[in-house]
């Protein structure tokens, strides 16, 4: 599999957490540049390259269009971006 360079400059425990926030309903791109400094379209590189082409495209079908993954399109009460339940036990 060929690397780019955004794949470069990002550890495994990095690459491990994008794609869990990618998948997170509630977290917008715009958290994920905020912590890595990657925009969309990095992180659907990033997802095309490490999920399997299945889960990229169940992945892709999920968040195209929806109005949870980018902040711009998000209703103004929405100000958290992870579920106040959310790792309830570690808090």
Do not use: Y
């Not at 998948?23 to 490490?50: L, S, Y």
């Amino acid at each position: 599999m060929k690397q780019t360079a955004t794949d470069c400059a990002l550890s495994a425990s990095d690459i491990s957490r994008i794609i869990e926030m990618a998948w997170e309903d509630r977290t917008p791109f715009e958290a994920i540049k905020t912590q890595f400094g990657i925009g969309e379209p990095d992180v659907i590189q990033v997802m095309r390259r490490n999920v399997s082409a299945g889960a990229f495209r169940r992945w892709r079908a999920r968040v195209s269009g929806r109005k949870t993954k980018h902040a711009g399109l998000r209703q103004p009460g929405v100000s958290r971006h992870q579920s106040s339940t959310h790792n309830k036990a570690n808090r």
